[in-house]
């Protein structure tokens, strides 16, 4: 296609974005912008479909016999912070930002993958088929999001997904593993005797969740880290409790499963161990990936990312790349460059196109 298309395409996805910003979409209630972005694939004469608040379509000349590749970003947000000087839902361009709630996390990124699966939706003799969704309730990690698309997609061999990272490639994402932990005792009255008070139980199990070290140590991401962020106990001043309450939050790294360490937490310490969820799990693609090359040799640099994503409920290599820049998501008065979205744009299609003519040598 040429250059005059890209920048019809770009105009279309800025447009698309300015729109977007102009519709509540907090996880669960994204049905306007899903309306919206439903329009942008007719507008495109692109075929689509749509289940709660996801829409994803194939590319023109889907083959089966060949792996698909994903483009995957969210168009639902968290709710504005009381820092806002701005109206969250007034898309406002000035000193070349762009002004909206959901504007860098992670509309630019959406409407750049949208432009980019545009672009390569009627091209012939593609090597990957192209799939792309708009999802849902990514900030809530809601169980009518990118996971509920899945069984509707075919295998995905390997995935981009959207997220602001500058357009850097972040090949590792930490996983997220958060438990409830109770620790038992004996009840009793504070003034007799008692060798099993679950609060001085729960001061070893804290310790060994201070102290424990994971062996394996990413070189991307780090180690595994285990933080105790809540306890509650006991229900008055003369009373042992019974029970005394733990939350763990665990970063993993892409060493493990999350299935690994809660095995090992329930070997190593005495109390009831209860996973929220066990399906947000690290994600990596190798830095020697075919897709991961073809960004280098752009100037591109890797990195691990300490954020999660979509990318925790995929099972196959993914590659987290996106427009704009992560300590603006959630901020108030959150904004992106409108060239970083033309930026993104460009380097998305160059990016696949590398990845796409590296496979066919």
Not at 265 to 283: F, Q, T
């Amino acid at each position: 296609m040429s250059d005059q298309k890209i920048q019809k395409l770009t105009i279309e996805a800025i447009d698309l974005l300015k729109d977007l910003i102009g519709l509540p979409s907090f996880s669960s209630e994204e049905d306007k912008t899903a309306a919206r972005i439903e329009n942008w694939f007719r507008l495109q004469h692109i075929p689509f479909e749509r289940e709660n608040h996801n829409i994803w379509a194939f590319n023109k000349h889907f083959d089966g016999s060949k792996p698909t590749l994903l483009l995957n970003s969210h168009h639902d947000t968290v709710e504005p912070n009381q820092g806002y000087t701005l109206d969250p839902f007034e898309p406002i361009e000035k000193d070349g930002k762009l002004f909206g709630l959901g504007s860098n996390d992670a509309g630019g990124c959406l409407v750049s993958l949208l432009a980019t699966f545009a672009y390569f939706f009627d091209k012939p003799d593609l090597p990957y088929n192209l799939t792309v969704v708009a999802s849902a309730e990514e900030e809530s990690s809601g169980e009518n999001g990118l996971n509920s698309v899945l069984r509707h997609l075919p295998e995905i061999e390997v995935a981009i997904v959207g997220e602001p990272t500058e357009m850097q490639l972040a090949i590792a994402e930490k996983g997220l593993l958060v438990l409830d932990v109770t620790v038992k005792g004996t009840p009793g009255h504070a003034a007799h005797p008692n060798d099993d008070n679950s609060i001085y139980n729960a001061l070893e199990v804290i310790e060994w969740f201070k102290n424990y070290r994971f062996e394996k140590i990413s070189d991307v991401l780090g180690p595994v880290k285990m933080t105790v962020t809540q306890i509650n106990a006991g229900s008055q001043h003369n009373v042992v409790p019974a029970e005394t309450r733990l939350v763990v939050d665990i970063r993993v790294n892409e060493k493990y499963s999350n299935a690994q360490i809660l095995e090992t937490v329930r070997a190593n310490i005495k109390a009831e161990v209860r996973p929220r969820s066990m399906h947000l799990n690290p994600s990596s693609i190798p830095e020697n990936h075919e897709l991961v090359q073809s960004g280098i040799s752009l100037g591109r640099t890797t990195y691990g990312s300490p954020t999660l994503s979509d990318q925790s409920v995929l099972s196959c290599q993914s590659l987290k790349l996106g427009p704009g820049r992560s300590p603006r998501s959630h901020s108030a008065d959150e904004f992106i460059y409108v060239d970083e979205i033309c930026e993104g744009i460009d380097l998305y299609i160059k990016i696949i196109d590398g990845f796409f003519n590296r496979l066919k040598k």
